[in-house]
């Protein structure tokens, strides 16, 4: 895949030594059932994730690796408790996990993220030879999302969130990215930020709770995959952002997890183009999104792309490390804003 620095231990000998960390952690937790989650992403290579279940309850539990994914944890633990003390949540209450115990830190020793274990069964591949599984699993995604604006956010003008909307997720990219490109600093992102400043300066977007990383793989189903019955991973979770990236993120990662173009690669068509594609412009529109955000059309689908990188950057620094990560996320959009000429 072109990664600079190997993400784990070679997949076996990484299997073992998650197992035996898994087991010695919980070793005085009496009978239970440990399953450990495999490293399938560059999230996951900063983690050690395994769920504990009892006779009658369960418990997922994310250990950190190094202490960028402490601070992540932290950040994560932080947000559960926001989500639980939100009293406008209270109908969505068992679709968000409970952080349980003590507040993760770096220590010594690294103390782990517990959370309740969440009802439901996970989506699984999406098939587009099963249009009708498809056409509910992507129903019951977007109407929650619908619900949780109506209940949490407020339309206002994007251009007075510039700041904590863009500006501090532009910084994160600048400190992370920006050096391996030409020029220096933030300084090489100054086309990127024009074009986002533009666009958000006529917008018009929800500011309630924001997942900010809502795709499917975060998702629990009932067995009909009519209704959500879990969401978990609030890392990236903000109270105040803009709650329609959610939605637009999630209609980018199905495209994607269908066969489609990489995020990076359909964003960078936005803005080559000027706008989404018919039918997920569609598709948004079905759900409560204005497509348009009142303004500029690439909006969304940027500020969307921005959120996704930034957060993914926090997460682990091998993001930054991984030419092909950067290569089919990251470039694609930055050759497209680097043709941007600015405002008249």
Not at 75 to 100: I, K, N, T
Not at 126 to 134: A, F
Request: with cysteine.
């Amino acid at each position: 895949m072109g990664n600079t620095l190997p993400l784990s231990t070679p997949r076996p000998l990484g299997a073992l030594a998650d197992r035996t960390a898994a087991y010695g952690m919980v070793r005085r937790a009496g009978p239970c059932d440990v399953t450990v989650m495999p490293r399938r992403t560059m999230s996951h290579a900063c983690l050690l994730v395994f769920t504990v279940d009892w006779a009658d309850t369960g418990v997922v539990v994310k250990y950190p690796r190094n202490d960028g994914a402490s601070d992540a944890l932290a950040q994560e633990w932080d947000h559960l408790r926001d989500l639980a003390a939100d009293r406008r949540l209270a109908p969505w209450r068992p679709l968000l996990p409970q952080a349980v115990g003590a507040r993760p830190h770096r220590g010594p020793p690294r103390r782990p993220l517990v959370q309740t274990r969440l009802d439901g069964v996970p989506p699984g591949p999406l098939l587009p030879g099963r249009p009708h599984e498809l056409h509910r699993t992507v129903t019951a995604a977007l109407g929650l999302l619908a619900a949780l604006r109506s209940a949490t956010g407020r339309r206002e003008s994007a251009a007075d969130h510039t700041s904590d909307w863009a500006h501090e997720q532009l910084a994160v990219l600048a400190a992370e990215i920006a050096p391996g490109r030409p020029g220096s600093g933030a300084t090489a992102l100054d086309p990127l930020r024009r074009r986002l400043e533009g666009a958000l300066a006529g917008a018009t977007l929800t500011r309630g709770w924001t997942h900010g990383d809502f795709h499917v793989g975060n998702l629990l189903l009932d067995e009909d995959r009519t209704r959500i019955t879990g969401v978990f991973d609030w890392g990236s979770a903000h109270a105040d952002g803009p709650a329609e990236i959610d939605a637009c993120t999630f209609v980018l990662a199905t495209r994607e997890a269908l066969g489609g173009p990489s995020m990076g690669h359909q964003v960078a068509d936005v803005l080559r183009h000027g706008r989404l594609p018919s039918a997920d412009r569609d598709l948004l529109t079905a759900h409560g999104v204005d497509p348009d955000s009142g303004g500029d059309p690439t909006t969304l689908p940027l500020l969307t792309w921005l959120w996704h990188v930034s957060g993914n950057l926090r997460k682990t620094e091998q993001f930054g490390r991984s030419r092909h990560w950067l290569g089919v996320t990251v470039a694609p959009v930055l050759r497209e804003a680097d043709r941007y000429p600015g405002p008249p």
